[in-house]
């Protein structure tokens, strides 16, 4: 199918980053797969350390209406990044980061061992937020993972950051598309839960823009 919804730019890039565990990899499927739902054409390119032992994961996607395009995002060039982990929001921001770059992050932190020995410092979450802010033209934060602790898996997570995507409206997709994708992905009794996930993320960008609005 031939998509008529309009990018920001082609092609839109978008860096999906976490840590081992978080679900990342799921996160990314999930988002392609609603895209492609609309027509688009995806490439998918991931980088995993250590993410067994809670390392960094990294999936690039590339997102456009006419071409495919490699599945390396060049530096710089990141339209939009989700980072399931704080501190890794900076990381893919050094890299991939320009002054219209878009950022959703999750901000509860998993610490390294070198932070858990004392041996390194880990910043505050003001500090992360006003370095994001300096380094991007919109920025969102949100308490994902213990929203998704209220439902009874922290692993839920990466699906309220996907409900706060598709609030931001950066991209063209939709409830519908979610609980389309899902739906082919989940056993039926996972679903409802998912759902609520993928609400709760969307509600809290929806509270954030009408305060915005409303200041």
Same mark, same amino acid.
């Given at each position: 199918?031939?998509?008529?919804?309009?990018? *920001?730019?082609?092609?839109?890039?978008?860096?999906?980053?976490?840590?081992?565990?978080?679900?990342?990899?799921?996160?990314? &499927?999930?988002?392609?797969?609603?895209?492609?739902?609309?027509?688009?054409?995806?490439?998918?390119?991931?980088?995993?350390?250590?993410?067994?032992?809670?390392?960094?994961?990294? @999936?690039?996607?590339?997102?456009?209406?006419?071409?495919?395009?490699?599945?390396?995002?060049?530096?710089?060039?990141?339209?939009?990044?989700?980072?399931?982990?704080?501190?890794? *929001?900076?990381?893919?921001?050094?890299?991939?980061?320009?002054?219209?770059?878009?950022?959703?992050?999750?901000?509860?932190?998993?610490?390294?061992?070198?932070?858990?020995?004392?041996?390194?410092?880990?910043?505050?979450?003001?500090?992360?937020?006003?370095?994001?802010?300096?380094?991007?033209? #919109? *920025?969102?934060?949100?308490?994902?993972?213990?929203?998704?602790?209220?439902?009874?898996?922290?692993?839920? #997570?990466?699906?309220?950051?996907?409900? *706060?995507?598709?609030?931001?409206?950066?991209?063209?997709?939709? &409830?519908?598309?979610?609980?389309?994708?899902?739906?082919?992905?989940?056993?039926?009794?996972?679903?409802?839960?998912?759902?609520?996930?993928?609400?709760?993320?969307?509600?809290?960008?929806?509270?954030?823009?009408?305060?915005?609005?409303? @200041?």
């Amino acid at each position: 199918m031939k998509t008529t919804e309009r990018l *920001a730019r082609d092609p839109y890039n978008i860096v999906i980053t976490g840590v081992g565990g978080q679900g990342n990899v799921m996160a990314s &499927r999930v988002l392609s797969n609603m895209l492609v739902r609309r027509g688009f054409r995806i490439t998918i390119g991931e980088t995993f350390g250590m993410s067994q032992r809670g390392g960094a994961v990294m @999936s690039h996607i590339r997102v456009s209406a006419r071409s495919q395009w490699s599945p390396q995002i060049p530096r710089g060039k990141a339209d939009m990044v989700v980072a399931l982990e704080p501190v890794e *929001a900076l990381r893919v921001l050094k890299t991939y980061g320009h002054p219209g770059v878009k950022v959703v992050i999750n901000t509860r932190p998993i610490y390294p061992v070198g932070v858990i020995t004392g041996a390194l410092d880990y910043p505050t979450l003001r500090e992360i937020e006003d370095s994001v802010r300096s380094l991007s033209s #919109g *920025a969102w934060f949100l308490d994902a993972t213990d929203e998704a602790l209220k439902l009874g898996n922290p692993i839920l #997570g990466n699906i309220i950051m996907i409900g *706060a995507v598709t609030a931001i409206r950066e991209l063209p997709v939709s &409830r519908e598309d979610f609980q389309e994708v899902i739906s082919q992905t989940l056993p039926p009794d996972k679903l409802a839960v998912n759902l609520q996930a993928f609400d709760i993320g969307a509600a809290k960008i929806e509270t954030d823009q009408k305060k915005i609005i409303n @200041s």
